[in-house]
């Protein structure tokens, strides 16, 4: 599985975009990039992923870069309640194994 | 659907003692995952079911370590002898590898060995 680097942590006022970059640039044809997030004291949480398009849903948007190298996670208006360990993991997707390598995250704190 | 459930939720044993972490997968998932969450390695996969038979177990740390599951409704993680170094959060994660890309996590297991 190709290798991501995230920043250690990052501060967000609640109300703001919060956007969570991710270097990737090793990533494959066949690999994806999931974002899962890590609230204290609970299992991680899946948000969300993609292969080469962007990608929204009801949590996020996932915008990647035209080369995949890179891809940065989106919270349109955080919350309080966002403030977590976010990691970016790339792994083949679709039916395959699915194997997540998590790192070390980025630690997103919101602050009123 | 209730979600992944381990139980229990916190254990504390003493060094030397028999453990045994529980999982209820999903229902319909066909994937498990047990993976295990201390400060200094972060989370770590030890071992993957798909369909009850175990497909990668490289991330199990030692012989002390083995897991069963013996139907599509229940998984097992034993520890037998613990060690203190055994000491972390231990999650169960179900995926539905057919449909959805996803894995869902439980709420995990803090295991406390002193």
């Known amino acids: 599985d190709a290798k991501t680097t995230q920043p250690t942590s990052m501060d967000c006022a609640e109300g703001r975009a919060a956007n969570l970059p991710c270097n990737h640039s090793?990533?494959?044809?066949?690999?994806?990039v999931y974002w899962y997030r890590q609230i204290h004291s609970q299992g991680p949480q899946y948000i969300i992923h993609?292969?080469?398009n962007n990608e929204t849903n009801e949590m996020a948007s996932l915008i990647i870069t035209e080369d995949r190298k890179s891809s940065t996670l989106i919270l349109p208006h955080a919350t309080l309640r966002d403030t977590a360990v976010y990691y970016c993991?790339?792994?083949?997707?679709?039916?395959?194994?699915?194997?997540?390598?998590f790192g070390q995250g980025t630690i997103l704190t919101v602050h009123p | 659907d209730a979600g992944v459930i381990q139980s229990p939720r916190h254990e504390v044993t003493e060094m030397g003692q028999e453990v045994t972490l529980r999982c209820k997968p999903i229902?319909?998932?066909?994937?498990l995952f047990w993976y295990r969450q201390t400060m200094m390695r972060g989370l770590e996969l030890l071992i993957y079911?798909?369909?009850?038979?175990?497909?990668?177990d490289s991330g199990m740390p030692e012989d002390r370590f083995s897991a069963k599951m013996p139907n599509a409704s229940f998984s097992t993680l034993k520890i037998q002898p613990s060690e203190p170094r055994d000491s972390a959060v231990y999650f169960c994660?179900?995926?539905?590898?057919?449909?959805?890309?996803?894995?869902?996590f439980g709420q995990g297991t803090r295991l406390t060995v002193v």
């Open positions: 994660a179900s995926r539905d590898r057919r449909n959805r890309p996803e894995s869902f």
């Open positions: 090793t990533i494959s044809g066949n690999e994806y």
């Open positions: 993609g292969l080469k």
């Open positions: 993991i790339v792994s083949i997707g679709g039916t395959s194994y699915g194997k997540l390598t």
């Open positions: 229902s319909g998932h066909n994937s």
């Open positions: 079911f798909n369909n009850n038979v175990p497909i990668d």
